[in-house]
């Protein structure tokens, strides 16, 4: 086999890849924290909000199998710069939009941005360039990269809204994503293609994998991920402003050193992001040597957990600090094993496009757990509803993990 057994773990496609998850998800971290001062500023209900937020996340799943495709037949750098460009324009957009229509329209080309400079083209790029050694290790590190943006997206947003109107930030950030692309030069690599991958089109491994059940499995279990991180992503700063707001106690606050409630809202996200860096790494080392199933088994059911006893519990700052901390150490921990477990079974040569489908239900989850946070809220006042079918959905894919077959398909080779 043709890959680099013996490369080190830290490639300049290690490096580069990870400077730009870094700093699409710390733009992307940071719609949360919007949903407040742009509803304020029009006087939209909650659910426009959502539904634009949604409909990036669901843009977002469509672009990723079709960034990862092209990505495969026309190069990795082509997709990552179409990527940055649309995501830039979908930004520049929105800063100038003025009705709820014109700001969901404009997500669409935030999420095909999203998907161009995300985990399907950049994973699959640092997937093949290291060696089978330190592959899970690799994406693991990647992926904490995306993690470490919501360190410093949120904050750095809440940060300039308190200097600049709302469409400022989003014109900044464009001009922050389209310069990320300056480290684009070292994603160069020289892997060549295995003769099995050489044998097999696109075409033969989408029909073996959409004729496994275990493909499926794998892509209803990434619904409940997508579902749980994007309400959270999106709905969180805003729930946690209003409710903590009605709590009397500010020496709680100051003792968390945070001054408002507000503030306490982007820092949640912030140590999530924090968490999460150590949570992802530590899965991706994990995933080296033990079942990456049962590991997912494992993070859902802890993520199961953690939400359920949240919303059981009474809010309070301290609560608020402590889900974020449970929740972040499972936060992305399930991307380098989901990401690890298709290129194991159906090798890496697709491994972007394939990982693009089962990304694309982590999507449809993150779709429909924006626009239900949203919608309900406006309809009862309270996420208590999308919290409660955010635990069940976890359960779930808790449970669909268990009979995933680990071991590769055979090849046609081999048949």
Known sequence: MTTTEKA??????????????????????TFGVFQIP???????????????????????????????????????MKAIVL?????????????????????????LLVGFGIA?????????????????????LALGIATAAGSAGQIVGPPTADLLLRHMHWSSVFLVFAVVILAVLVVLPMMRTGRAATRQE??????QVLVKAAKDPTYTMIFLGFFSCGF????????????????????????????????????????????????????TILAGALGKTLSKKYLLVAIYTGRTVASAAFILLPMTPTTVVMFSLAMGSLWLATV???????????????????????????????????????????????????????????????IIHIPVRESPVASPAAA
């Open 38 to 76: 742009i509803a304020e500023d029009f006087g939209w209900p909650r659910s426009e909000f959502s539904m634009a937020i949604a409909i990036q996340n669901l843009a977002w799943g469509i672009g990723q199998p079709l960034f990862g495709a092209m990505a495969e037949k026309f190069g990795d």
């Open 83 to 107: 990527g940055a460009v649309v995501y830039a324009l979908g930004l520049v957009f929105s800063a100038y939009s003025v009705t709820p229509e014109a700001h969901q329209a404009w997500e």
């Open 198 to 203: 050489l044998e097999e089109s696109l075409g």
């Open 228 to 279: 749980q991180l994007a309400f959270i992503t999106a709905h969180f700063p805003a729930y946690v402003t209003e409710v903590c707001a009605a709590i009397p106690n500010g020496s709680i606050l100051r003792g968390l050193g945070v001054q408002s409630t507000s503030a306490l809202g982007a820092a949640a996200i912030a140590l999530i992001g924090m968490t999460n860096i150590v949570g």
């Open 336 to 398: 380098p094993l989901t990401s690890g477990l298709v290129a194991h079974i159906y090798g890496l040569r697709y491994m972007g496009t394939l990982y693009g489908i089962v990304f694309f239900s982590h999507q449809l989850g993150s779709f429909l757990g924006v626009w239900l946070g949203g919608t309900l809220y406006d309809r009862f006042g309270s996420y208590d509803i999308v919290w409660w079918v955010g635990v069940g959905v976890g359960a779930f894919s808790a």
């Open 116 to 136: 161009g400079t995300g985990f399907g083209v950049i994973l699959a790029v640092v997937g093949r360039c290291a060696s089978d050694d330190n592959r899970s």
């Open 8 to 29: 080190p773990l830290f490639t300049p496609v290690l490096v580069a890849g990870s400077l730009i998850l870094l700093v699409s998800f710390a733009i992307r971290a």
